[in-house]
């Protein structure tokens, strides 16, 4: 498919709502720097492992001068944090890194060179760069399945999956859709977490 | 020994047989999209666990700055196994023949015949 396709059309309005804002009032523009200065503090502190005012005062001195340095665009997104459905989400991700450990091992002893794998394209439900990106990178975490390809216009996902076999279409489009529901549920918009809990009931119920 | 020994000892152990099984893995598996699986990220449990039996015996402002290495590990290697992944599909590096299901390379041939 070569590189004339359109991946990042940020500039193009959106359903999701999510469009790039970079001249706006530059008092919002220095609040919504906060959470990026509050993780620059953060690592700051742990890079230190010490707490005390001193070390706050010059991490918080080195993030507004990375900050000012290099300015990354001010993305403005519709991303909402349940802290619960996301330790939710952590947990799962933590399981899901052991269960699949586990199986690629066996498969590596059992199986080898003769290892099946299958390249399957699962089209998501949400439309939102940041909600596609941390599904990919979830699905990418634990071995067995990683992302390929990202057709982003088209909400489409190319997964490899180790092991495939025969169901495998149908597994892998399971999981992948499993782990969006999981992502929309812990940052998702309400909105977005109704159209993934009303899909999830229709191929359940 | 007291209970943190035993589990610094179950955790250390266990990462180093996740990070044995991924070098097996490695040499056993038949392409390069399955070996990435294999090179990529049993690494990341083994890492993970290996702090992880490493830092309950350090004090916290030691131990902190592994949860940094743990985190960065968790969010570069799928990134990694994402872009090397791709390159090797598009190299030819992925032996078809391995493969029940591609939809990737019908779509790739539809392109092709298409408008492209």
């Known amino acids: ?43 700051w502190l742990l890079l230190w492992g010490t707490y005390d005012a001193g070390t706050v005062f010059f991490g918080l001195l080195v993030g507004v001068l990375v900050i000012g340095f ?28 052991v269960v699949s450990t586990v199986r690629v091992a066996w498969q590596a002893v059992v199986r080898g060179p003769r290892a099946r794998a299958s390249i399957v394209a699962v089209t998501l439900l949400t439309d939102s760069d940041h ?3 941390m599904v990919a990178n979830a699905v990418s975490l634990a071995p067995g399945n990683f992302v ?20 495998a279409t149908e597994r892998v489009r399971r999981e992948v859709l499993g782990w969006e529901r999981r992502v929309v549920r812990a940052v998702g918009t309400a909105e977005q977490v109704r159209m993934v809990d009303r899909n999830h009931r229709s191929e359940v119920g | 020994m007291s209970w943190l020994d035993l589990f610094s000892a179950v955790c250390l152990i266990a990462g180093a047989m996740s990070c044995l099984f991924g070098a097996i893995g490695l ?13 990529t ?38 990134v990694l196994a994402q872009l090397v992944g791709r390159a090797a599909y598009r190299a030819g590096s992925v032996r078809h023949e391995t ?12 392109e092709r015949g298409g408008s492209l």
């Open chain 1, 70 to 97: 290099f300015p990354a665009p001010p993305i403005a997104t519709d991303i909402r944090l349940r802290p619960f459905r996301a330790g939710q989400l952590l947990l799962f991700l933590a399981w899901d890194l």
């Open chain 1, 1 to 43: 498919m070569g590189d004339s396709e359109p991946r990042h059309r940020l500039a193009r309005s959106r359903r999701g709502g999510e469009h790039v804002v970079s001249r706006r009032h530059p008092f919002g523009r220095a609040v919504r720097r906060l959470p990026l200065l509050g993780w620059l503090l953060l690592v």
């Open chain 2, 41 to 78: 990220k049993p690494q990341t449990l083994g890492l993970v666990l290996i702090l992880l039996g490493s830092a309950v015996h350090l004090e916290l402002r030691y131990a902190s700055g592994l949860i940094l290495v743990g985190l960065f590990q968790a969010l570069t290697a799928p």
């Open chain 1, 148 to 167: 390929l390809q990202i057709d982003r216009a088209n909400r489409i996902c190319y997964v490899y999956a180790l092991g495939a076999g025969e169901h």
């Open chain 2, 99 to 110: 493969l029940d299901t591609d939809h990737l390379a019908r779509r790739i041939e539809r």
């Open chain 1, 131 to 133: 909600l596609m990106a």
């Open chain 2, 27 to 39: 040499l056993t598996f038949p392409d390069v999209a399955a070996r990435l699986q294999a090179a």
